[in-house]
């Protein structure tokens, strides 16, 4: 009771509860914190969910249906039927299983797009980095350069690029990376310009740290937030911009069963099998409102004070 | 202010001259030119295709042609589209209309929706109402332009027969491109639109106004909403400059004969001419309306003003 020196055993039985509820909140480390603020939001964890399962079913694809059999192979006495218990979603032209194609298709939405925007983040986030550390000439030189690539709309840039390399799931996930670049390079800047100025990188240069050390390990690190829900809401658009692609017949060729392109040969049956573009065009949407939940969630999870 | 606008027109012409040369130059990576799709199927011997090389530039290095083609644009000749033979510019132009017409009224349907969701959402924050409008937004944002196009076609083309399927002869027929595009933008508009309101919302000249006696629908149209619409006019103009450059696919979608179809067209047959020359009107189309928007911004805050008559520099 008397002695008062902090960190005493008798401090710490007079005081015992406060001292073990700050300990308990140095234990909740940063990560903890927001999984705790994410995971109460809704709208977040559903994105998740369908996010997980999607993932799962690309992965297993393979074991979930036979590619050769199942997903490509043309049976012409079983074309256009309507979904039934037999199949599921119908069959569409060629007599293929829509539910399945669907399934596999999975793998291709997904593995373009998060392919897509890493391209895109590496490129766009180093770029971003260095102009903002850098300032000067290095920033002048790149945000011109930045602004030359938004200068063009990006689907219209995706189409110009994949008309030029030729349509091939390779070309389509660089051509909406090249895309995707300048939101990165902007995003990264802006944060990196917020932190440069701080005390502890003066102390990291006064300890003669490199400046790449300096970018990587002490400034980066704390620019992330604004970079993971960036790339979280860009692999949405990403999966729409691949899609839009392939159903302009410049992404994954055929007879791959990429969403997209299942939505271009289902727009000839418009009229006539509308099951067709309904299926895919659906599952579309709820990977890319997924992703787009979760984004949300993220952003307000890492930046509470954006909370609305 | 004039100043102000000279000098972000003059900042304009490097990224033209970077646009230009970026599409140029990957045009030219492209397998197959104008020669081997004009003239593939044909039997022709390999002379005459290296003659009608010749005839079209295509013998020189792109860095000659790509310096000759910007000797014309200086003169304001865009060149000449090696399909049709006609000027880029007047087959732009001859097509812009009808972009214009499509961006604008998507714009219409866009406003229309978005602010008033927007506004409903922030004024009643939390409520499940304000939930329903938020996820409704994020659906928006979630459709693929195309397919929604489609089922839009399906539903009220098909089924319903209320308006047409495609192409711009009739006045219906601009409703439903309008709302595909339209529905993209709204999701946007409608979130900016809440989140800026919830930020002017609260704030201390709103509870002395309402304190005043002055109505809440007054409080919240004149003296919230002026307030919360630098935001709001920064994401439209931004979203009516992107609808002017890149409706692309939902012009395809429902045949509808804008700009959009004639650069894909164009790429489609590897007419370099056109599509630089397009492009190149689209960045300078894009960059005039970013630039009126945020002129337009000093006329709604007066403090803006201010800062451009310290020559644009920020306090």
Redesign the interface.
Known sequence: MTVTTPGSASCVEQNGQKVLASKKYARQSQAGAIWRRLRKNKGAMVGLGIIIILAFVSVFADLLVDYETEVVAIDISRKLLLPGPEHLLGTDDLGRDIFNRLLYGARFSLSVGLMAVLIGMVIGTTFGAIAGYFCGLAEDIIMRLNDILSAVPGILMGIIIVSALGPSTLNLMLAIGITSIPQFVRITRASVLMVRNQEYVESCRAIGLSQARIIAFHILPNCLSPIIVQTTLRIASAIIAASTLSFLSLGVPAPAPEWGGMLSIGRQYVRTFPHLTLFPGLAIMITVLAFNMLGDGLRDSLDPKLRR | MLRYAIKRILLMI??II??SF??YF??D???GDIVSVTHGETSLTEEQMEELRASYGLNQSVFVRYFNYMEGFVRGDLGTSFITGKPVLESFLQKLPATIKLAVASMFVSLLISIPLGIYSAVR?GSVQDNVAM?FA??G????????G??L??VFS?HLGWFPSGGSSSLGGIVLPAVTIGTGLTATLARTT??SM?DVIRQDYLRTARAKGVSERTVIMKHALRNALIPIITIAGGQFA?TL??S??TE?VFAWPGV?RL??DA??SRDTPM?TGC?IM??IL??IIVLIVDLLYATIDPRIKAQYARGGKRK
């Open positions: 490097p990224v970077g646009v970026l599409i990957i045009m990576l492209a397998p924050h996820v994020l659906l944002l979630s459709v693929p332009h195309f397919w929604l489609l089922m076609i399906i098909l809440r989140s919830l992107y450059g890149g692309v696919v395809t959009g650069i894909v790429v489609n599509v492009i689209k960045t894009i960059g």
